[in-house]
């Protein structure tokens, strides 16, 4: 009777055992199939890019279903706020995300994003490093997007404290400026033409050879007939220079974020004025217009602590990269 008892007990351990194993084998083929993309913040006191959550896709997802579960972890877990994927679109044979944050019209009391998220210089850029980070996902190596683009309610963002989101980020090639040499190729097509530093370590130049395209909004002083232009999407967008000076110094990233001279203005008003009257009066009028146009000849000029200035030239017209 012993013996029966126990061998019944045996079996019935066994049975219990066995379950277990088939449910935790089951677990890890369940795991197995599915992976983890992580949403970013930044810290609040040094706005370093931080860990926020992480979002679980299936392994096998495609780039723009992994897109879809993080614009569904950052409207429901951190911002709280209607967020869109509109789509992936080709500019300038890059793969940029376009994202459409909304406000919510059913909840009031929620923190929103025009007089909440993009105001504040600390929580603006707190509010960017979590969007920019959370969809460029630079530390994942897996096929993905070259750059996300935001707009706000369908239009572009031109909140102060996000002023940067205003333009499409990039997924970054980096660089390191003391380690490249004359006719190094950076980009396709775009080489280092030369470069200089003064003796005393505080002074630095560099100038690249090649044209891109790019979509830009053109900004007309009429007080010196002096143009600029601002580089929404562009291949140029996508490099990143670093450039150090003494050792005492924090090195420049030269982004090609900030408003670029052009060297020839003369050439790129007349030849707007022939190629459409009606966006020369506009550019006149107004003092900005956007264009897509070609460049060439990119060079800075850095003074540590003081000056910097960037300037490229103005090649032709081109159709409007949709």
């Known amino acids: 009777m012993m013996t029966k008892f126990f061998s019944r007990k045996l079996t019935m351990m066994g049975s219990v055992f066995a379950i277990i194993l088939i449910l935790l084998l089951l677990t890890w083929y369940n795991e197995s199939n599915y992976t983890y993309m992580t949403l970013y913040t930044g810290n609040i006191d040094?706005?370093?890019?931080?860990?926020?959550?992480?979002?679980?896709?299936?392994?096998?997802?495609?780039?723009?279903?992994?897109?879809?579960?993080?614009?569904?972890?950052?409207?429901?877990?951190?911002?709280?706020?209607?967020?869109?994927?509109?789509?992936?679109?080709?500019?300038?044979?890059?793969?940029?995300?376009?994202?459409?944050?909304?406000?919510?019209?059913?909840?009031p009391d929620l923190y929103p994003w025009n007089t909440g998220y993009f105001q504040g210089s600390t929580g603006g850029a707190i509010t960017s490093i979590t969007l920019v980070e959370s969809y460029l996902q630079n530390g994942y190596e897996g096929e993905w997007i070259d750059g996300v683009k935001f707009l706000y309610e369908g239009e572009t963002?031109?909140?102060?404290?996000?002023?940067?989101?205003?333009?499409?980020?990039?997924?970054?090639?980096?660089?390191?400026?003391?380690?490249l040499d004359?006719?190094?190729?950076?980009?396709?097509?775009?080489?280092?033409?030369?470069?200089?530093?003064?003796?005393?370590?505080?002074?630095?130049?560099?100038?690249?050879?090649?044209?891109?395209?790019?979509?830009?909004?053109?900004?007309?002083n009429s007080e010196n007939s002096t143009v600029h232009a601002m580089i929404f999407e562009s291949p140029l967008r996508a490099l990143e220079i670093e450039i150090p000076f003494t050792d005492k110094l924090i090195p420049y990233k030269e982004s090609f974020d900030w408003m670029i001279h052009i060297q020839n203005p003369?050439?790129?008003?007349?030849?707007?004025?022939?190629y459409d009257q009606k966006l020369y009066q506009e550019l006149l009028d107004t003092g900005s217009i956007e264009l897509s146009l070609t460049f060439s000849s990119f060079s800075s000029w850095l003074i540590a602590e003081s000056e910097y200035s960037s300037s490229m030239e103005f090649v032709e017209f081109i159709e409007r990269a949709e």
């Open 46 to 107: 040094t706005l370093e890019i931080e860990n926020a959550t992480q979002v679980r896709v299936e392994s096998t997802a495609s780039v723009e279903d992994r897109l879809l579960a993080i614009t569904k972890g950052l409207s429901d877990q951190i911002f709280k706020l209607p967020m869109e994927l509109l789509e992936i679109r080709e500019i300038f044979n890059q793969k940029i995300a376009i994202v459409n944050v909304m406000e919510t019209r059913d909840s």
């Open 157 to 179: 963002i031109e909140f102060e404290h996000v002023f940067g989101l205003q333009q499409t980020q990039y997924r970054s090639i980096k660089y390191v400026l003391d380690q």
């Open 182 to 220: 004359e006719n190094d190729e950076l980009l396709p097509g775009i080489i280092l033409k030369s470069k200089f530093k003064s003796e005393d370590l505080r002074e630095v130049a560099y100038e690249l050879e090649g044209e891109f395209p790019a979509n830009v909004l053109m900004d007309y």
């Open 266 to 274: 003369e050439v790129f008003q007349s030849e707007l004025k022939a």
